[in-house]
C-alpha cells in the first residue's frame, strides 16, 4: 500500500526528483522537459498539443504524441512510490496533481515565500527572512539539463522572477538600513543590468545610506545619460524622485523612509488572500493564461451575476500568476454594486493607487488630468496586475487602465462592460454556473468527501436547489460545517421550499448571503426595469424570446429591448443565444418577491401569445384537421408566428418547455380554454417528435380542461386524443379505455367525423396491442364512415389503414388496391404525410410478397419523407422495416446498422417496449443467419 512518502520536484537549477529523500532517475532530457512542463503548472491541466509544444517544439514529429505517451508511463512509474504527486490524464491532457504543491515543487515554495512578504515597516524583519529563504532554493539556472525553445523562454523567465525577488530583497534591507552591506551586491546587478532603474535606485539608496552620497549623485548622473543617448528617454519617476530624495537628505547617512517618504522601490502588494477552496472554471484558467504582458496592456473584464465567482477566479488567477507581475499587484474594489456605498469615483481609486506606489499624500496632484498621467507615468513599463473588483460600468475603468505596455488590468462586474470591449480591446469571460461535477467538488472540500458520499440523495437535491451558484454553495458549506454531525438532508430540507429558500441562503451577513447578493443588482434598476424583470420572474419556462416579452408588455412594448438590455447589463437576465433571454432560478425567487398585481394582465398577453403561434403552427402541421377557433390576440399583442412547415417545426422545438410551462401555469389559474388549446396545438408536434409522455401529460390537461367547459363535443376529441396518445405509449388498457370513451360520446352526439377519427384511432390502438384482426374491423369501420364525408384526404387515410392491416395478417393481394387509390388521393392533394406513410405500406405490402427490393425502395423513400418532415416517430418505424428487408434479403450487417439507428431514436422517444421489440425480431433473423456478431444488437 502506498504510505505518505515525501517526494521533491526541483525545477530551479537542475531538473531532478527526490523520493523519501532519495534521488530517482527521470530519464533522458525530454522525458524530464516533459516533467518540468507539467511542474511549472502543476495542478492544472496541460493540453496534450502544448506538452508536445513545450518539449519537441512547434514543429514535433508525427510520433511525438506517441513518445509523450511513453514518458509519461515511465515518469509515473518512477513516481508511483508515493501518494503525494501523480501525473493523471484529464480532458484533453494531462496535470501533475501534487499535495500541496509547494511543498512539493521547489518552484512554487520559491513563489508561496516570495508572495508572503509585505512592505509594512513591522514585516521587514520577516521579508527579509523569507526572501532570503526563497533565493536559497536555486541551485543555479532553472531547468539545467534540458532544452529548446520554450525551455529557454521559461528559464528566462523564471530568471526574472529570481531576479525580481533579489530586488525585493535589497529593498527590504534598504528599509531595515543595510544599505552599506548591499554595495557591492547592487554594484555586480547594475553592472549585470546597467539599464535596471530599479536596480539603479536601489545602488543609489545603498551609496547614500553607506555615506557615499557624492557617489549616489554621480552614479545617477551616469545612469541618466546612458539612458537618453542609448534610449532617447529621462529617467523615470521613481528613479527622478529618489534622486530629489537624495539631493534633499544632504550628505548624511540616513535609512531609507519605512513611512511618509516616497519609496522608488515600493512594490505593492495589494491582493487579498487566494480562495480556497477553488475548483472548476478550467477553460477560462486556460484563457487568462494565454494573455500577453510583453507588448501591450493587457485588459480582461470577467463579468456575470452576483455570486456566480467572479472575483473567487480573478483573485485564485492572479495568486497563482504573481511571478509573471515581479512589479506589483494593485487591487480595489470600486464598489459598482455595493448595499449601503455609492460607486467609488475613479478620481479616489487612482489616487489611492498612487500613494500606494510610493508617492506621500502630500505630493499627490488635486487636478484629474495630472493624478492620472502621474499614474500611468508610475506604472509605465511595469510588469503589474491591477485587479479592478465590483465594477459599476465602463466609465469607471477607463481613468484606471495604463498608458504603455506591461500590465495586465483584471476587471470584474455585474455590468456586462460592452463599451470596454470596444474602448480598450478588452477580454471578455462571461462566467455561467458551475456544473454538477465542480458543485459537487466544491461542496466535497468543505464536507468532506465521505460526508458527502454517506447522503447521495440529499446531495443530488442540495445540488440542484443551489443551481451552481458558487455563493450558494458556500453558503450551504459553511453553514453545515458549523454543524458536522448534522445530516445533511436536514440543510435540503430547509432550501426545499421557494418560499424560504432565499432565507435559508443567508449566513448572517450582506457578503454571504444571496437575497442581498441580488438586491444590490436590482436596487441599480429604474421603476420600468424592475417591472419587466418582476414580471419575467413570473413567466413560465426556462427562457423567453424579445418578441415573446413584447407582448407581454402590451402598450410599454416599444422599450422591449432598452428594458432587456437594461437587465442583461447588469447580469439579471443571461442573453443565452441572441434574442433569447433566460433567469437564473435564485433570482426568479427574488424577482417573485417583488411581482406587482398588474402582472396577471400581462402573463395573459404572454399565453395569448404563445397560443396564437402555436395554433399557426397545427394548421401548419396538420392542415387536413378540423381548425380551432381563436378569439383575437389582446391589444398590443401581435403574434409573428413562422412562414413554412420546417420553421415551425423549430419554433416548436426551441419554445417546447415553454409551452409545457404554460400549460401548467393556465391549470393552476384555471384558464380551461388555454389548457385545450395548447393541448390540441401540441398533438401533432409531440406524435412527430416522439415525446409520447408529454403528449400524455398535455392531453390529461386537456381533458381536464373539457370537462369543466362543459362541451360533449370537445371532451370527445379530448379523450379521443388522450386514447391515442397512450396508445402510442403502449399502453393499450389506458389507450381503449379513453378511446371507447370518445366513441361513446360521438355516437351520443351523432357526430360522424368524430365516429371515423375515433374508429380509425381504435384501429391503430388494437394494431400496436399485436391484434390485426381486430384493427381491420375498426379500419373498416372507418372507411364506410370516411365514405360519407366529402375529405379525400381522410378517405385516402382510412384506404390506407386498410391496406396496412390487410398486410400485416398477410393478404397482400387484398392489401394493393386500397393502397394504391390512397397514394393516387395524397398525391393529388399534396398530403406528403399521407404519402409517406403509403409508399411504407407498399414496402410492407412487397415484403410479404417476397420482393424485398420492391420493399426496399417504398420504405427508403417513405423514410426520406418522413425526414423532410421531421417526424422521427415513424422515421423509427420505417427504420425497422428497411431492416428487415435487408434482413430478409441476407443483409444482416446492414440490418444491424439500420437497427441500431431505430434503436436510437426509440431510446430517445422513451419507447423501451419497441426498442425490445427490435431486438428480439434481429436476434432472431441474425440467428438464422449464422451470424453470432449480429447477437450485439
Request: proline content about 5%; charged content about 20%.
Amino acid at each position: 500500500m502506498v504510505g505518505a512518502v515525501a517526494v521533491s520536484l526541483r525545477l530551479l537549477g537542475e531538473v531532478s526528483a527526490d523520493v523519501d529523500g532519495r534521488p530517482v532517475d527521470l530519464g533522458p532530457p525530454r522525458q524530464r522537459c516533459v516533467l518540468a512542463a507539467l511542474a511549472v503548472d502543476a495542478d492544472r491541466v496541460v493540453p496534450v498539443d502544448r506538452l508536445i509544444e513545450r518539449v519537441w517544439g512547434a514543429t514535433a514529429e508525427r510520433r511525438a504524441r506517441a513518445t509523450l505517451h511513453s514518458y509519461i508511463s515511465r515518469l509515473r512509474r518512477t513516481l508511483a512510490h508515493t501518494d503525494r504527486v501523480a501525473i493523471v490524464r484529464r480532458s484533453g491532457g494531462y496535470a501533475l496533481m501534487a499535495d500541496a504543491a509547494e511543498t512539493v515543487v521547489d518552484l512554487y515554495r520559491f513563489r508561496e515565500l516570495c508572495t508572503s512578504v509585505s512592505c509594512a515597516p513591522e514585516s521587514t524583519a520577516r521579508a527579509v527572512r523569507s526572501l532570503t529563504d526563497a533565493l536559497a532554493l536555486w541551485r543555479g539556472p532553472a531547468l539545467t539539463g534540458v532544452d529548446g525553445e520554450w525551455v529557454e523562454s521559461e528559464r528566462d523567465r523564471l530568471g526574472q522572477e529570481r531576479l525580481a525577488a533579489q530586488h525585493d530583497l535589497a529593498e527590504a534591507r534598504l528599509r531595515a538600513g543595510e544599505g552599506g552591506e548591499l554595495v557591492a551586491e547592487l554594484a555586480a546587478r547594475t553592472a549585470r543590468h546597467p539599464l535596471d532603474e530599479r536596480a539603479a535606485g536601489q545602488y543609489l539608496l545603498a551609496l547614500h545610506q553607506s555615506g557615499r552620497t557624492a557617489d549616489a549623485l554621480e552614479h545617477y548622473h551616469r545612469i541618466r545619460t546612458r539612458l537618453v543617448e542609448e534610449l532617447g528617454t529621462e529617467p523615470g519617476t521613481a528613479l527622478q524622485l529618489a534622486h530629489r530624495q537624495v539631493l534633499a537628505a544632504g550628505t548624511a547617512p540616513a535609512a531609507a523612509p519605512a513611512g511618509g517618504g516616497f519609496h522608488p522601490s515600493v512594490v505593492p502588494r495589494q491582493l487579498p488572500g487566494a480562495p480556497a477552496p477553488f475548483v472548476g472554471r478550467h477553460d477560462e484558467l486556460t484563457r487568462l493564461d494565454a494573455l500577453n504582458t510583453s507588448d501591450a496592456v493587457t485588459v480582461s473584464a470577467i463579468t456575470g451575476m452576483g455570486g456566480i465567482g467572479k472575483t473567487w477566479l480573478a483573485l485564485h488567477w492572479a495568486h497563482r500568476n504573481l511571478h509573471r507581475y515581479p512589479d506589483g499587484q494593485l487591487f480595489i474594489d470600486l464598489r459598482g454594486f455595493s448595499p449601503e456605498d455609492a460607486p467609488l469615483p475613479a478620481a479616489a481609486a487612482v489616487r489611492g493607487f498612487v500613494v500606494s506606489l510610493g508617492v506621500p499624500p502630500a505630493g499627490v496632484p488635486t487636478e484629474f488630468d495630472a493624478l492620472i498621467g502621474l499614474y500611468r507615468s508610475l506604472v509605465a513599463d511595469k510588469r503589474m496586475l491591477i485587479v479592478l473588483d465590483n465594477v459599476h460600468d465602463t466609465g469607471q475603468v477607463l481613468p484606471l487602465l495604463p498608458g504603455t505596455g506591461g500590465c495586465t488590468v483584471l476587471v470584474t462586474s455585474r455590468d456586462r462592460l460592452t463599451g470596454l470591449a470596444a474602448a480598450s480591446s478588452a477580454r471578455m469571460f462571461r462566467l455561467g454556473v458551475l456544473d454538477d461535477d465542480d458543485a459537487r467538488a466544491l461542496l466535497a472540500h468543505r464536507l468532506g468527501p465521505q460526508r458527502v458520499a454517506a447522503e447521495p440523495e440529499a446531495m443530488a437535491e442540495l445540488l440542484g436547489r443551489c443551481v451552481g451558484l458558487p455563493l450558494a454553495l458556500g453558503i450551504v458549506a459553511s453553514r453545515a460545517a458549523a454543524q458536522p454531525s448534522s445530516p445533511l438532508q436536514g440543510w435540503a430540507r430547509d432550501l426545499r421550499d421557494t418560499a424560504t429558500r432565499l432565507g435559508a441562503l443567508d449566513a448572517g451577513d450582506p457578503q454571504s448571503s444571496v437575497r442581498a447578493t441580488i438586491a444590490w443588482s436590482h436596487a441599480a434598476l429604474t421603476p420600468a426595469q424592475a417591472d419587466l424583470f418582476a414580471l419575467l420572474s413570473s413567466a413560465p419556462g426556462p427562457d423567453i424570446d424579445a418578441a415573446a416579452v413584447t407582448c407581454a408588455l402590451g402598450p410599454a412594448s416599444d422599450q422591449t429591448w432598452t428594458l432587456l438590455r437594461a437587465l442583461t447589463r447588469v447580469s439579471l437576465l443571461d442573453e443565452h443565444v441572441p434574442g433569447r433571454f433566460r433567469m437564473h432560478d435564485l433570482v426568479r425567487l427574488y424577482g417573485l418577491e417583488h411581482r406587482g398585481a398588474d402582472h396577471d394582465a400581462a402573463l395573459g398577453r404572454l399565453v395569448s401569445h404563445y397560443v396564437h403561434i402555436a395554433h399557426v403552427g397545427e394548421r401548419l402541421l396538420a392542415p387536413q384537421r378540423r381548425p380551432v377557433e381563436l378569439g383575437h390576440p389582446p391589444p398590443g399583442c401581435a403574434p409573428r408566428p413562422p412562414a413554412d412547415e420546417a420553421a415551425m417545426l423549430s419554433w416548436f422545438d426551441t419554445e417546447h418547455a415553454n409551452l409545457l410551462a404554460l400549460q401548467r401555469l393556465a391549470v393552476e389559474r384555471h384558464h380551461h380554454i388555454e389548457v385545450w388549446q395548447l393541448a390540441w396545438a401540441l398533438d401533432n408536434f409531440h406524435w412527430r417528435r416522439g415525446h409520447l409522455h408529454d403528449n400524455i401529460t398535455t392531453w390529461l390537461a386537456g381533458v381536464a380542461a373539457a370537462e369543466h367547459l362543459g362541451q360533449p363535443g370537445l371532451l370527445g376529441r379530448s379523450h379521443r386524443r388522450l386514447g391515442r396518445a397512450y396508445a402510442q405509449a403502449r399502453r393499450h388498457t389506458e389507450a381503449v379505455r379513453h378511446l371507447s370513451r370518445a366513441h361513446d360520446l360521438a355516437e351520443g352526439s351523432g357526430d360522424v367525423h368524430e365516429r371515423a377519427h375515433t374508429e380509425n384511432a381504435l384501429a391503430w390502438a388494437w394494431s400496436l396491442h399485436g391484434d390485426d384482426r381486430k384493427a381491420l374491423e375498426h379500419a373498416l369501420h372507418a372507411l364506410d364512415l370516411y365514405r360519407g364525408l366529402a375529405n379525400p384526404v381522410w378517405l385516402a387515410r382510412a384506404l390506407n389503414s386498410v391496406g396496412w392491416y390487410q398486410a400485416r395478417l398477410g393478404r397482400p393481394s387484398q392489401a394493393l388496391e386500397p393502397c394504391a387509390q390512397a397514394l393516387d388521393l395524397f398525391r393529388r392533394n399534396q398530403d406528403v404525410g399521407g404519402e409517406a406513410a403509403t409508399l411504407d405500406t407498399l414496402g410492407l405490402i412487397a415484403h410479404h410478397s417476397g420482393d424485398h427490393a420492391n420493399a426496399l425502395k417504398h420504405h427508403r423513400a417513405a423514410l426520406s419523407l418522413f425526414r423532410r418532415l421531421g417526424n422521427h416517430y415513424l422515421e423509427a418505424d420505417t427504420l425497422v422495416n428497411i431492416a428487415h428487408a435487408h434482413a430478409a434479403q441476407g443483409e444482416v450487417r446492414h440490418a444491424r446498422d439500420i437497427s441500431q439507428q431505430a434503436l436510437q431514436l426509440y431510446r430517445r422517444q422513451g419507447r423501451a417496449g419497441d426498442a425490445a421489440r427490435v431486438l428480439r425480431q434481429l436476434d432472431t433473423v441474425v440467428r438464422a443467419d449464422g451470424d453470432p456478431a449480429g447477437c450485439a444488437l
